[in-house]
Nanobody
């Protein structure tokens, strides 16, 4: 079992930045593809980004390319999401996820094995 705990969410103005962290416990995440999803009120949970076991490969949804950066530190069993140039439409609960899959492009809601509890990100206009 893997337990994931997100932190770092909050309220920020348009154009601002936040860094989310996801701390894992229970077992090492070094063999998992890790990712972030988000869910806005009244909408389905959607994929944001994923990172490979080594960190060498990353994959982003089009709506965050160039603004968000995912990274991981396997020694600390932690994954990060740096979010720059935030927009009001980025407002959502952000979830950390771990998947036992073979490629970052394959990560989606259906094949995620573990979820964190989520952290709220609110971007004011």
């Amino acid at each position: 079992q893997v337990q994931l705990v997100e932190s770092g969410g909050g309220l920020v103005q348009t154009g601002g930045s936040l860094r989310l962290s996801c701390a894992a416990s229970g077992r090492t995440i070094s063999s998992y593809i890790m990712g972030w999803f988000r869910q806005a009120p009244g909408k389905e949970r959607e994929f944001v980004t994923a990172i490979s076991w080594s960190g060498a490969s990353t994959y982003y949804a089009d709506f965050v390319k160039g603004r968000f950066t995912i990274s991981r530190d396997n020694a600390k069993n932690t994954v990060y999401l740096r979010m720059n140039s935030l927009k009001p439409e980025d407002t959502a609960v952000y979830y950390c996820a771990a998947s036992w899959i073979s490629s970052v492009q394959a990560m989606d809601v259906r094949n995620t094995d573990y979820w964190g509890q989520g952290t709220q990100v609110t971007v004011s206009s």
